[in-house]
Nanobody
Framework: VQLQASGGGSVQAGGSLRLSCAAS?????VGWFRQSPGKEREFVAA???????????DYADSVRGRIAFSRDVAANVMYLQMINMKPEDSALYFC???????????????????WGQGTLVTVSS
């Protein structure tokens, strides 16, 4: 599976961005992570579509309430909408996916086997 992240850019504090993660084939569990200069890569949000009954999602406390997921099932594209953005949201954002054989929501980077290249987000104050 190949992943392509896009949608990054420059925005002022309080603004919004929609990041996209295009997958070459169907994926059921997607995570977003980010890395700022000099810091380790950290979890941002994850969503899992493995269950036929419900969609599971989890968010880092730092972004909770400011994020929404959506997806284009036919095109295998997942979207991460971020609102009320803050300068501390500035980072290189990565999307990642789990193997189709691995179900369930996870925040752990090691559980994701497919990674896209990052898309840079800069939030100015």
């Amino acid at each position: 599976v190949q992943l392509q992240a896009s949608g990054g850019g420059s925005v002022q504090a309080g603004g919004s961005l929609r990041l996209s993660c295009a997958a070459s084939e169907r994926v059921n569990s997607v995570g977003w992570f980010r890395q700022s200069p000099g810091k380790e890569r950290e979890f941002v949000a994850a969503i899992d579509f493995s269950s036929s009954d419900r969609v599971a999602a989890d968010y880092a406390d730092s972004v909770r309430g400011r994020i929404a997921f959506s997806r284009d099932v036919a095109a295998n594209v997942m979207y991460l909408q971020m609102i009320n953005m803050k300068p501390e949201d500035s980072a290189l954002y990565f999307c990642a996916a789990r193997s189709l054989w691995a179900n369930g929501l996870t925040t752990r980077q090691g559980d994701y086997v497919y990674w896209g290249q990052g898309t840079l987000v800069t939030v100015s104050s």
